[in-house]
C-alpha cells in the first residue's frame, strides 16, 4: 500500500494502524541474545527483536537515547525514546555482562513521527521546507503525546561507546 506523501502528515495519521502508534510492546528473547553483535546499533538484540515484532521495518537503530526504525509501506519514520529497561539491557550487552542478560519485554513510550527523509535532488532544485513539530495524543491511557513532524532528536552514530558520566543505574524490579 503507498501512501502518498504529498498529503500532510496528521492527515495520513487515519490508515495507521493504533498497534504501531500506542506504545508497542517489544519482547527481546533468548535467541536475540545469542545472535546480538555487540557495538552495532542495527544488529543488536533489541533491533532483532524489533524486525521481529515489524517485519517490514528498515533502517532500524538503537541506542541508549532513542529506538529508530522506517515502516516503508507508511512513509513513515518512528523515533521512540529507549526505556529504562532497554538501556539497562544495553549497557550490560555492550559491557560484556553476560550473565545478567535476560530475556524482557519493554513497552515503547514518547514517540516522535516524521517522514521518511529521501534525499533531495541537487540539480537546481531547492530543499523542501520541514513543517513544525505538532503533538497528537493517540489513543488514551498512559501514553505520551506524540510529536508529529518536526526535527529528529539528535543521534551519534552507529557504533555505540557508551560515557559512564552520564549512566544512571535503575533498580531491578521485582
Given at each position: 500500500m503507498a501512501i502518498n506523501q504529498q498529503k500532510p502528515l496528521l492527515s495520513r495519521m487515519k490508515g495507521?494502524?493504533?498497534?504501531?502508534?500506542?506504545?508497542?510492546?517489544?519482547?527481546?528473547?533468548?535467541?536475540?541474545?545469542?545472535?546480538?553483535v555487540r557495538n552495532n546499533s542495527h544488529r543488536c538484540p533489541m533491533s532483532l527483536a524489533i524486525r521481529q515484532r515489524f517485519p517490514s521495518a528498515r533502517y532500524i537503530s538503537i541506542d541508549l537515547q532513542t529506538i529508530r526504525y522506517s515502516l516503508p509501506e507508511y512513509g513513515l519514520r518512528f523515533i521512540w525514546m529507549t526505556p529504562p529497561a532497554g538501556q539497562r539491557f544495553l549497557r550490560y550487552f555492550e559491557g560484556g555482562r553476560e550473565g545478567e542478560l535476560r530475556p524482557f519485554t519493554m513497552a515503547l513510550r514518547g514517540l516522535f513521527l516524521m517522514d521518511i527523509q529521501r534525499r533531495p535532488e541537487r540539480k537546481g532544485k531547492k530543499p523542501v521546507r520541514k513543517p513544525k513539530a505538532k503533538l497528537h495524543q493517540f489513543g488514551g491511557g498512559n501514553n505520551l503525546p506524540a510529536t508529529i513532524g518536526g526535527k529528529a532528536p539528535s543521534k551519534v552514530g552507529t557504533d555505540r561507546i557508551f560515557g559512564v558520566r552520564a549512566w544512571k543505574e535503575y533498580p531491578e524490579k521485582d
Open positions: 495507521i494502524p493504533k498497534s504501531l502508534t500506542n506504545g508497542p510492546k517489544i519482547t527481546t528473547n533468548q535467541e536475540h541474545i545469542e545472535y546480538g
